[in-house]
């Protein structure tokens, strides 16, 4: 009975430890500090929250390592009941490591299962729906800039109602839409959206945020693209 006490207390203590690190690992990937992140990832080991692997997953991810991300997602997948949010999750993040490899075609599938997920699960507006459209954008980008510019400018309508101006959903919206308007040429509106996410982050994060790295080098396209009338912008990574 002792023993059996020791192990139940033992337990309890593990997942307590797991749920820390994996709350702390969050924290670090919506700061963009992906070298921290990975570290705790690397501590935690295997876990049975689907929700804990799938930031594992996101960590190997901005490491680029694409085959330890794609297996952890995948496990995500199994460890996730059907038709919930984190199937949803899971299979989105299988997609955007897809495209992150080159497989495009393969990625709109897994990224379109999980927006089918998300919208039976909540009709209407919410931030998985807007999440969906962000990563659709960014995979559409690459090969039908219209679908791309539709779902991005979709995605942002959606935080902006839910979030309000100030959040950093919001902010990386305006970046995507930004790309966009950069690579068709609508450079008063690149500029405008880059300007607004710029700020965002700035009031959010007063030590710097990683991606106003981002946003100055794309003013800086823009800049040189007015002088110029072209540009050649590349698409940055992108998150929900």
Known sequence: ??????LLSLLLITFRVQAQDCTRLEEELNKGNFASAYEIAEKLGKVESAHCTNLQGQAHLQKGDFDQALALFKRAESQSQENSQEKANSLNNIGLTLQSTGNN???ITYLQRAYDIRKSLVPGKSEEIAAS?????FVYA???VD??????EKSLAIYRSLLGSKNQKVAQSLLNTAVIYLQEGFYGEAVNNLNEA???WQELYSEGHPNEGIIYYYLAESRKA???GKTTTKLPSSWG
């Open 226 to 228: 007015t002088n110029k």
């Open 142 to 144: 690459s090969t039908d």
């Open 133 to 137: 459209l962000n990563d659709l954008g």
């Open 1 to 6: 009975m002792k023993i059996t006490c020791c």
């Open 105 to 107: 075609r393969e990625a």
């Open 198 to 200: 710029l700020e965002i």
């Open 147 to 152: 679908i791309a510019l539709s779902n991005y």
